[in-house]
């Protein structure tokens, strides 16, 4: 089993910048597809950044293009979303999320994975 902890959330102001951390405990994910993921009131969960196993791969959501960028640091058994130029819109409850299977893909849809975090929520303000 893995268990997958979210911190580094918070409210900010628009145009600021979060990073957020998932670290992993109970197994290592050093060799799991990782993704990030968000989720507002009212609306359904939604990709907006995942990794390859070895970091070779990243992908991103268009609304996450040219602002966030997703990172991995196996030794620490860790993953990173670095938010810059926050809008208001990015205000949601942050998931990150790991599957079993090891590649150089990057997954995009919730179902695909098999362990999330508990979330951190992430309030920007205007």
């Known amino acids: 089993q893995v268990q997958l902890v979210e911190s580094g959330g918070g409210l900010v102001q628009a145009g600021g910048s979060l990073r957020l951390s998932c670290a992993a405990a109970?197994?290592?994910?050093?060799?799991?597809?990782m993704g990030w993921f968000r989720q507002a009131p009212g609306k359904e969960r939604e990709f907006v950044a995942g990794?390859?196993?070895?970091?070779?791969?990243?992908s991103y959501a268009d609304s996450a293009k040219g602002r966030f960028t997703v990172s991995r640091d196996n030794a620490k058994n860790t993953v990173y979303l670095q938010m810059n130029s926050l809008k208001p819109e990015d205000t949601a409850v942050y998931y990150c999320?790991?599957?079993?299977?090891?590649?150089?893909?990057?997954?995009?849809?919730?179902?695909?994975?098999?362990?999330w975090g508990q979330g951190t929520q992430v309030t920007v303000s205007s």
């Open positions: 999320a790991a599957d079993r299977a090891w590649g150089q893909q990057v997954l995009t849809t919730p179902s695909e994975y098999d362990y």
């Open positions: 109970g197994r290592t994910v050093s060799s799991s597809i």
């Open positions: 990794i390859s196993t070895w970091g070779t791969t990243t």
